[in-house]
């Protein structure tokens, strides 16, 4: 005998609707609710451990707003992006970082697609499974991006696949980045990061810095004021401190940031390929600029395809990745893989402390 249910309250299920004007998805099962804002960005918005009701993405102080919508008082090349940052998790494409000028264009903060909306469709829907995909095409270069979440029952992991794709004729650099930022009440200086060798790039540093400028090996990068500081320890917001740290020559792509005061944690793996650095934000209390003024609390481990903070100094040093025209819907051209699979785990006691 087959029950029918119009809208399913166990085991795998979607919800779609309208959060502040924006179109938006809940993917959830009995230990994760995934929420993404198509409308904006395709972010990330909401990663929840349903168990301990601890939801792992950090907010902003000025939480979700609606690009259409929104009356920005200003337009330059970071607000383009920092205006309508919920906080989150976005896709970086097809630079990251600073802004540039890039093939004859400006290009703001993070590039073009965290801030334009995409289309989505549910392509899986049972109680065993649910998925959702999600696409949208750049509007001054011709990437076109599709991602596929993918939740299954019984499991705190997602699944996520994705594939960029020129549509046009000429082969092009593209730099492309991950962007999750964790924020209390998971983060907090119970916080550990656990991940495999890496080279940390302690560069570009802020003026309230912890660290003394140069390359060393993780976890231990030496202190401005002397001593040593050990990264997979997180600290508290009295740091009084915010920078950017680069890690390259990872020995595998993973990581795990646990907090042992909660017993709960957030690991990521994806393929070294297509993410070979690892850029670690951390605000530490510390970021006084425009716009936080010291309002934020929060860290980010974000799988980058360069340690360069804009894909005009990633072709200069020869770690941009160059993508050719489609032909027949294979890729071609590429210097490294085109398609990204990685998979996101909440759970219990994942590291010990």
Known sequence: MILYIHERNFGCRVMEYTYRGLPTISLENELLRVTVLAGKGGDIFEFLYKPLDVDFMWRSPW???????FVATSH??????LDFYEGGWQDCLPTGGNPC???????????????IPWRYSVVDDTPDRVALRLSVRCYRTPFYVEKTLTLERGKSVLQIEERITNEGRVTLPVMWGQHPAFGPPFVDNSCRIDLPAARVHATELTANTRFASGVYDWPHVPARNDGMIDLRYVAGPEANTSDTLRLADLAAGWYALTNTRLQVGFGMAWPLDVFPALWYWQVYGGAYGAPWYGRTYNIALEPFSTVQTTVVDAVADGSAHYLGQARRGRLISWRRPTAGFWACQASRRMVKS
């Open 101 to 115: 000028e890039h093939l004859g264009m400006p290009f703001g903060a993070h590039g073009e697609v965290a801030t």
């Open 76 to 81: 330059t090349a970071a607000s383009s992006f």
């Open 63 to 69: 939480g979700v707003r609606d690009p259409a919508s």
